[in-house]
C-alpha cells in the first residue's frame, strides 16, 4: 500500500500502527518520520512566532503533517495507548514548545514508547535475531547452573542446621582424607542417593565444595540472620516486650551475657526468643553492659515500647545504684525491674552466699558435690550403691536439695570418698577431688554453715512454693514474703543458735572415726570459739533480710498483675479491685485508655467464658472470637501480663545450650560462630517453623550471595 508523504499522519489516525500488518508496520518504521516544513505563522501580541524546521534536530523524535500542520512525536504516534496532544491532537502552541517537548521527552509513556519502537526498528535483521538466540540459549545454560548451585547449597544449608541443631561439632575428633568429619560425612551422605547432582558438585568442587571452615561459618550465620530477621518482624509488630539478661561464664571462663526479649505476637502467643550471647569479659560495669544492651534491643524501640527488665548473675546487673536497670529505667522509666518471684530467692541466696568471705567458699564447695557425682556413671554408680539415688534438681532449688542430702547423708558420702581415697581403680584427678570434699565433711565450719543454711532453706522452701503457685496474688505474696522475713529475723534468738551449733558438734561426735585434731577439740570444749560462730550466724541472717528486703521492695508495683487472675473475676463483678486499677494506672496508664479499659473489664469480669482460664488462654479467645477490636484495652492489657516475666525465665535454658556447645566447639571457636549456633539450638521451633515457608532456601541463598563475591552463580537472570 502506498502512503503520500503528507497523508501518513492522517491515515494513521485513522488505522492504528498496532493494528496492521507486520510487512506493513515494518515499512512504515523503515520510512521513518516526516519533517515538513510547515507554513504557519502564530500571532502573540505584537509578535509573529514562525514554524522553524531546525526543531526536527532538535527533536529527534518530532514529526509534522503537512495537512493538520501539526507537529507530533513519531514513536508516540505509532505505539501510545494514551490519548494525548502529542500522540493524536497534535501540537502548535510554538510560544511553549520547548518547555511542553522537555516535559514529554520526560515522561514515562514517552519513554516506554521510543524503547519500544526501537526494538522493532533493530528486531528485522538476521544478525540481532541470532544474537537475541544466543541470549536466550546463554540464559537457559545459566539458569540452569544456578539451579543445580543452588540444590547443592540446600543440601549444605540443611546439613549445617542438623549439626547446629544437635549441637555437634562441624569437624569432630578424626578428619583425614580417608575419614572426613560430621560435616563431611553428611555431605557424602546427602548427595549418595543423587548421581546427577553429585556428580555435578564434583566437577565444580575446584570452583566450589562449600567444605570449607569459612564457608561452614558463614552458612551458620545466614540461618542465624534469617531468624534474627524475623524476630525484628515481629517484635516491630508487638506493642510492647520485656528484656531479659542473664551473665554467667562459660566452659572457656570467657563471660557471656545472655539476651532474650518476651513478646506477645499477632496470634496472642506468648514469644521468648533468644537473641544470642555477647562476650563481656572484658568490661562488666553497668555502663558498659549498658551499651552491649542498647546495640541490641535499641531498634526495637525500647525507650516506648520496653515495659519491663529482669536480671540475673553479678550484682552490678540488678544493683539499685548505678546497676544496669537503673541506667536502662533512665531511657525507658515504665521498665519495672521485674523478677520471676521464685527467681528472686535464688539471686537472695546468692548475694548473701558473696558477701560473706565463709559461705562464698561454702556455696562453691557445695555446688561442686552434684559436679562431682555427675562426671562419670562410675561416680554415679557409686553413690548409688552406697547411699542410694539422690536427685540433683534444676538451678533454683539445688542449693536446699543439696544441702539436705549432704545433712542427712553425709555418713554415708563420707565412706563414698573414702572409698575413692581408699580403692583402685580411680584417676588421679578423681581422688584428689574425693579428698577435698572428704576433708569438708569433717571441718566443722562447713557443717556448722549446712545446719544455719538447712534452718533457712526450711523457711525459704515453703516460700518458694508458695511464690510459683501464686504469683498472680500479689498482695498474698507480699504477706508471704513478710513473714518469712520475720521468720527467718526470729532464727536470730541464742536458743535457736544453741540448737544449730550444738547439732553442728553432735555431727562430728557421730561420725565412725573423726580426726584426732577434732577429736581433742572436743574433749576441750567447743572446736573453736563459739562467739565467733554466733556472729557469723547472725551475718548470714542479716544478709539475707536484707536481700528480701532489697528484691522484693517493688513487688507492691505489681499489684495490677492480680486484676489478671480469672479465678476472682466473678468477685471482682461485684467489687471492682479499684487498688490493682490504680497500680497499673501508675505504673503503665500511659499505654491505655483507662476509662474504656475500666469499662471493658466490667464486661469480662461478668462474662463466665473468661472466667478460670490462664493469661494465655484469654489471649487466644479473644483472638479467636475476633474481639480484639471490640475489647482492645483489655486484649491490650493481657499482652502486658503476659509480657512480663513474674513467673517464667527462659535465659536458663539458654546457658545449658551454652556449656553444651562450648564443650564440643574448639577452643579457637569465635564469637560470631558461637552465637549463630545457639540461637539455631536454642530456638528450634522457630526453626522448623521457618523450614517449612516456601521462601525459606530463597532467603537464606539470598543471604548467603550478598555476603561477598561469590565463584558460582547464584542469581536467576
Known amino acids: 500500500m502506498a502512503f503520500v508523504e503528507s497523508d501518513i499522519i492522517c491515515d494513521l489516525m485513522k488505522i492504528r500502527f498496532t493494528v496492521r500488518p507486520q510487512e506493513e508496520r515494518r515499512s512504515i518504521v523503515k ?29 529527534n523524535w518530532l514529526t509534522g503533517s503537512a495537512v493538520t500542520n501539526k507537529l507530533y512525536c513519531w514513536p508516540c504516534l505509532l505505539l501510545s495507548t494514551k490519548k494525548h496532544n502529542w500522540a493524536n491532537g497534535g501540537y502548535c502552541d510554538w510560544k511553549n514548545l520547548s518547555r511542553s517537548a522537555f516535559l514529554h521527552r520526560s515522561s514515562h509513556e514517552h519513554i516506554k514508547n521510543e524503547v519500544s519502537l526501537k526494538r522493532i526498528e533493530h528486531e528485522g535483521t538476521p544478525t540481532v535475531m541470532l544474537l537475541r538466540e544466543q541470549r536466550r540459549l546463554a540464559v537457559l545454560e545459566h539458569n540452569e547452573k544456578v539451579r543445580k548451585n543452588r540444590e547443592v547449597l540446600k543440601r549444605l544449608i540443611d546439613i549445617s542446621v542438623v549439626l547446629s541443631r544437635q549441637e555437634i561439632a562441624f569437624r569432630g575428633r578424626r578428619e583425614t582424607e580417608e575419614s572426613g568429619g560430621h560435616f563431611i560425612e553428611l555431605v557424602s551422605s546427602f548427595f549418595r542417593h543423587d548421581a546427577e547432582l553429585k556428580g555435578y558438585w564434583q566437577t565444580n568442587a575446584s570452583v566450589f565444595s562449600g567444605l570449607s571452615k569459612t564457608i561452614q561459618n558463614e552458612l551458620i550465620e ?20 520485656a528484656c531479659e539478661v542473664d551473665e554467667t561464664s562459660a566452659i572457656s571462663q570467657l563471660s557471656q551475657l545472655s539476651l532474650v526479649l518476651r513478646y506477645v505476637d499477632r496470634k496472642g502467643n506468648t514469644q521468648e526468643r533468644f537473641l544470642g550471647f555477647k562476650d563481656v ?13 542498647d546495640s541490641e534491643i ?43 518471684f521464685a527467681h528472686r530467692l535464688n539471686l537472695i541466696i546468692q548475694q548473701g552466699a558473696q558477701c560473706i568471705k565463709q559461705t562464698r567458699c561454702f556455696f562453691a564447695t557445695l555446688e561442686g558435690f552434684p559436679t562431682f557425682f555427675t562426671r562419670s556413671s562410675k561416680c554415679t554408680e557409686l553413690l548409688d550403691r552406697i547411699v542410694g539415688r539422690i536427685p540433683f534438681p534444676c538451678r533454683w532449688t539445688s542449693h536446699s536439695t543439696v544441702l539436705h542430702a549432704i545433712v542427712s547423708e553425709r555418713e554415708k558420702l563420707c565412706q563414698v570418698f ?6 583402685s581403680g580411680w584417676d588421679g584427678e578423681c581422688r584428689r577431688q574425693a579428698t577435698g570434699f572428704l ?39 507480699d504477706s508471704q514474703v513478710q513473714l518469712t522475713i520475720t521468720m527467718i529475723d526470729n532464727l536470730r534468738k541464742e536458743e535457736q543458735f544453741k540448737e544449730v551449733f550444738n547439732s553442728a558438734v553432735t555431727g562430728l561426735v557421730d561420725l565412725p572415726s573423726p580426726p584426732e585434731t577434732l577429736r581433742l577439740k572436743l574433749e576441750e ?32 508495683a505489681l499489684h495490677f498483675l492480680e486484676l489478671s487472675d480469672s479465678s476472682k473475676f466473678l468477685s471482682f463483678s461485684k467489687q471492682f479491685p479499684t ?119 530463597d532467603n537464606v541463598i539470598a543471604r548467603f550471595a550478598s555476603k561477598t563475591e561469590r565463584r558460582i552463580d547464584l542469581s536467576y537472570k
Not at 569479659?281 to 544492651?293: C, E
Open 579 to 697: 487498688d490493682a486499677f490504680t497500680s497499673l494506672a501508675n505504673s503503665y496508664g500511659s499505654y491505655f485508655d483507662l476509662d474504656r479499659l475500666k469499662n471493658e473489664f466490667g464486661v469480662i469480669f461478668r462474662d463466665d467464658q473468661f472466667q478460670n482460664r490462664s493469661v494465655s488462654d484469654i489471649l487466644l479467645l479473644i483472638n479467636e472470637t475476633g474481639l480484639t477490636e471490640v475489647l482492645a484495652e483489655v486484649y491490650r492489657f493481657f499482652c502486658l501480663i503476659a509480657t512480663i516475666p513474674a513467673t517464667a525465665v527462659c535465659e536458663e535454658r539458654s546457658f545449658s545450650c551454652l556449656e553444651r556447645i562450648k564443650a564440643y566447639l574448639r577452643s579457637t571457636v569465635e564469637q560470631g560462630h558461637l552465637r549463630a549456633r545457639a540461637t539455631i539450638s536454642i530456638e528450634t521451633k522457630l526453626l522448623s517453623f521457618l523450614e517449612r515457608q516456601p521462601n525459606w532456601y
Open 439 to 477: 576433708a569438708k565433711l569433717n571441718d566443722f565450719q562447713f557443717i556448722f554453715l549446712s545446719y544455719s543454711y538447712r534452718s533457712i532453706f526450711g523457711i525459704t522452701d515453703v516460700l518458694y512454693d508458695v511464690l510459683q503457685k501464686n504469683a498472680a496474688d500479689v498482695n498474698y505474696c
Open 222 to 241: 545466614c540461618v542465624a540472620e534469617e531468624m534474627a530477621a524475623y524476630v525484628d518482624r515481629e517484635i516491630e509488630d508487638c506493642r510492647f516486650f
Open 418 to 423: 573414702q572409698e575413692i581415697v581408699d580403692g
Open 298 to 340: 535499641s531498634k526495637y524501640d525500647y525507650k516506648k515500647k520496653l515495659v519491663s527488665q529482669s536480671y540475673d548473675g553479678a550484682a552490678v546487673l540488678a544493683g539499685e545504684l548505678g546497676g544496669l536497670q537503673a541506667l536502662v529505667k533512665n531511657d525507658a522509666p515504665q521498665a519495672l525491674l521485674v523478677h520471676c
Open 31 to 59: 520510512d521513518g518520520r516526516l519533517t515538513p516544513a510547515l507554513e504557519i505563522l502564530k500571532k502573540d501580541g505584537r509578535l509573529t512566532r514562525q514554524f522553524q524546521p531546525s526543531w526536527y534536530g532538535v527533536y
Open 525 to 556: 570444749g567447743t572446736p573453736e570459739d563459739g562467739q565467733n560462730y554466733f556472729l557469723l550466724y547472725n551475718d548470714v541472717i542479716d544478709n539475707i533480710i536484707v536481700q528480701l528486703l532489697l528484691r522484693f521492695a517493688d513487688i507492691k
Open 281 to 293: 569479659g572484658a568490661d562488666r560495669t553497668a555502663v558498659a553492659l549498658k551499651q552491649v544492651v
